[in-house]
């Protein structure tokens, strides 16, 4: 399989189904649960502001006068914030 292949992996089909947002299916992950419409819904929404953070720190790193070694430790803990909470939602098993 090639990067620019569209053929579907086996078992990843668009199905019917309590969890299934629009078109796409999700095969079973090791360590993850399936998760309910809000569940996933509300992880988005974090992902969506973790986004618009993102945005905000690129701004900052053209921005004259600022520390970027404390702008780099201040992204990480944003990104380890914003994973931190989708993981409360998702509750993997694993490490």
Known sequence: MNANDT???PGT???EGPYTMGAFW???IEGYR???EHEALTINEIKSLGRQIGIMCDSLREAPGIDQRW??????T???GFM???RSIAKPTGF
Not at 71 to 76: C, D, E, H, Q, W
């Open 7 to 9: 053929t579907p992996v």
């Open 13 to 15: 089909e668009a199905k």
């Open 26 to 28: 999700q095969p079973k």
């Open 34 to 36: 399936q998760l309910t």
């Open 71 to 76: 702008l780099a430790i201040g992204i990480t």
């Open 78 to 80: 944003l990104q380890t």
């Open 84 to 86: 931190q909470l989708v």
